[in-house]
Each structure stands twice: as C-alpha cells, then as structure tokens.
C-alpha cells in the first residue's frame, strides 16, 4: 500500500509541474500576442529592433513578424502537448486512488479497527 501511495505523490507533483508549465506557456502566448497586436500597428516602413543581450540591433520587419508568428505556432504545440500531459497524468492519479481506495476497504474488512 505505501508503493502505491509513493506512486500517487509522484504522480501528483508530476501533475503540479504540468499544470505549472501550462501556465508559463499561457504566459508566453499571451505576450507573443501582444507583440503581434503591435506588429500590426505599425507602418512598413518601421524601425524594429531586437534586443540581444543588452544591445538593440536593427531586424527586418518581416523577419520579425516571422518569428513570432514561429513562436507562437510552437508555443500553441507546446500548449496541446502539455493539455494531453495533464488528462494523462490526471487519468492516472484517479488509477491509483482508486487501487488506493480498493486496498483500504479489502484492509478495513479484514480488520474493522483500522
């Protein structure tokens, strides 16, 4: 019973970190929007810049506007792959309670005390 009840702790905080990455990727879609919200304000002619390190550096607007749009068909991937993470651990999690929850009634009518 303690193997399934590690089982089940592991299980849960694989889950936590799950949920947690989910959340980081929602973040990060949600700025990568608001670039693009911005992308489209601007004229074509624009100036944009790209900040690497601690230096701006001069990018095509093209360019740019590519690789966000890159960034956010991999963050969308990332997002489903993480969601099919998450049903699959959570599937598991209701496995092993009830295995857990199996064990403590065949335990508690062997020996009502417990």
């Known amino acids: 019973?303690?193997?399934?009840?590690?089982?089940?702790?592991?299980?849960?905080s694989e889950l936590e970190e799950?949920?947690?990455?989910?959340?980081?990727?929602?973040?990060q879609l949600q700025e990568n929007k608001i670039v693009n919200e911005e992308f489209e304000q601007l004229e074509e002619d624009?100036?944009?810049y790209k900040l690497t390190g601690n230096?701006?550096?001069?990018?095509?607007?093209?360019?740019?506007?590519?690789?966000?749009?890159k960034r956010l068909e991999f963050i969308e991937a990332e997002i489903k792959r993480c969601e099919k993470n998450i049903?699959?651990?959570?599937?598991?999690?209701?496995?092993?309670?009830?295995e857990l929850i199996k064990l403590?009634?065949?335990?508690?009518?062997v020996d009502p005390k417990r």
């Open 1 to 12: 019973m303690s193997e399934l009840g590690t089982k089940y702790q592991h299980s849960q």
């Open 104 to 109: 403590n009634n065949a335990a508690t009518a």
């Open 87 to 98: 049903r699959d651990k959570q599937e598991e999690l209701e496995q092993v309670r009830n």
């Open 18 to 27: 799950f949920i947690l990455a989910r959340q980081q990727l929602e973040t």
């Open 55 to 69: 230096v701006l550096l001069p990018v095509e607007q093209s360019e740019a506007r590519g690789n966000v749009d």
């Open 46 to 48: 624009t100036p944009v």
